[in-house]
């Protein structure tokens, strides 16, 4: 059983979406009729906080959402390697997602170490954490979600959004989750192979990889467990560009052109992958790999704006 926890009620005011409906005439083959409809989303979001068990530890689940008696679109936001889902740009999408109509679900994987104050709590379990424990930890939020256990009733559909490691993660997922409708990649991982074979060799050795969380300076062991998963399910069940190619819902493919951190060839590797038709590819020229985002955010940078404006846009569109 999970617990939830009423949080403080966030006032913003109006926001105006701009929803494309296209309709199609009867059978007869007449025209269809595309029309621009301006809807005013009157949100006043509140947030909520729910614990479930995940894979590794328990999950910490935030859902922002100004109404929870009638169904509504939900997106779920998925941070990457060494986030969370205070960091910088995810409070403020989220936020932005609940005053525009949607339920907004943001949760730190089981794995991430981080608690639900943003502290690196348990260290260890970061070091145990793996790919699959990640899409294990989705599918409970995800059930959870469609079982009312979060505080809203069930969603009349639901997208994700995921961010670096996250993306892929996100792609993963919803190329064999038949309830995702919507798929939105931020500077998104092609593949879980990051590092190199004299990198993995002394990791092996040593037992353990040790990274640095550049946030706060700590030191962050990883353990076997992810080599092993990424030697033994890299080529199949964690092969993102293979997942790529089975995605069939819309896909928002954002990437920045100065990304430090996952090269823009990823973001082209996928694109590439993908059936036609389906990615909508959305290169962010100078951006980096948040976009802007700093910890603490203190206002959404441009580059960042164009990136929540896309978002939303593509997200209204396919989960309407």
Request: charged share 20%; aromatic share 6%.
């Amino acid at each position: 059983m999970g617990s939830t926890q009423n949080g403080p009620s966030i006032q913003r005011t109006a926001e105006a979406s701009a929803i494309l409906i296209d309709r199609a005439a009867s059978a007869s083959g007449l025209a269809i009729e595309t029309r621009s409809v301006q809807v005013a989303v009157m949100a006043t979001p509140t947030l909520t906080k729910t614990t479930i068990p995940g894979s590794l530890g328990p999950l910490f689940i935030d859902v922002r959402a100004a109404g929870r008696r009638e169904p509504a679109p939900a997106v779920i936001v998925l941070h990457g390697f060494k986030g969370f889902k205070d960091w910088g740009m995810f409070p403020a999408f989220a936020e932005r997602l609940a005053r525009a109509g949607f339920t907004a679900v943001s949760f730190n994987v089981s794995g991430s170490g981080v608690d639900d104050d943003g502290r690196s709590a348990t260290p260890d379990r970061f070091g145990h954490n793996t790919f699959m424990a990640e899409q294990r930890d989705l599918d409970a939020v995800l059930a959870a979600l469609d079982g009312g256990q979060l505080g809203v009733v069930r969603p009349s559909s639901v997208g994700i959004v995921g961010h670096s490691r996250g993306g892929g993660m996100a792609v993963l997922w919803a190329a064999s989750r038949p309830r995702i409708s919507a798929l939105v990649t931020w500077a998104g991982i092609a593949t879980v192979r990051r590092w190199s074979a004299a990198q993995c060799h002394a990791w092996r050795e040593a037992g353990r990889l040790d990274i640095v969380n550049v946030r706060t300076q700590e030191v962050l062991p990883m353990y076997l467990e992810i080599l092993d998963e990424i030697e033994a399910l890299g080529d199949s069940a964690l092969d993102i560009e293979a997942a790529a190619a089975q995605v069939s819902v819309p896909w928002l493919l954002i990437h920045g052109s100065a990304d430090e951190a996952v090269p823009l060839a990823e973001a082209k590797r996928l694109e590439a992958a993908a059936r036609p038709g389906i990615v909508e590819p959305l290169v962010i020229d100078g951006a980096g790999h948040t976009f802007g985002a700093v910890h603490p955010l203190s206002g959404v940078p441009a580059h960042l704006q164009q990136v929540f404006d896309a978002s939303i846009k593509l997200l209204a569109k396919a989960l309407a």
